[in-house]
């Protein structure tokens, strides 16, 4: 995927005209947004990924922006905004997506590697739907961040 990347139409912010017996008055654009995240579009195959694999549960793919070699996102195809958001109807869903990661890295012979959940802004998530980072093959630094 090349830089820069522009979002489908169906993601864009996009600004509504106002109807004619609104045009005097500027104040009621309406704002319309697209409800799913970039990686239910990923997942809807609305927008392109490098997918590793994939099953009826979740989606692994390549990230765009690489913090490491070997960079994956490991994604539910529920979109659930974050860990906080889990609720008892997502049980066995991170259960899942540890073992799909486990397997994948295995098929890699890669034994070393690090798992990381943003959950919050504050935490330096920005996509909000639940996803693990995987990476792998260099030195991790401790402390993250």
């Not at 392109?48 to 390549?62: G, L, W, Y």
């Not at 540890?98 to 990381?116: F, H, P, Q, T």
């Amino acid at each position: 995927m090349s830089w820069p990347w522009r979002a489908p139409q169906s993601a864009q912010l996009q600004l509504a005209r106002p109807s004619q017996q609104q045009s005097s008055n500027l104040h009621n654009f309406t704002f319309i947004t697209s409800l799913k995240s970039i990686f239910s579009q990923i997942i809807d195959r609305e927008i392109p990924a490098n997918i590793i694999f994939e099953d009826d549960t979740c989606i692994i793919i390549e990230d765009i922006s690489p913090q490491a070699p070997i960079h994956y996102l490991a994604i539910p195809k529920r979109e659930i905004k974050g860990i906080s958001d889990l609720s008892d109807t997502d049980d066995g869903i991170i259960d899942h997506l540890m073992i799909a990661i486990k397997n994948e890295m295995s098929k890699k012979r890669i034994k070393d590697y690090r798992l990381v959940i943003n959950n919050g802004s504050e935490a330096g998530q920005t996509v909000f739907h639940l996803h693990i980072h995987v990476l792998a093959n260099r030195t991790l630094g401790w402390p993250p961040g």
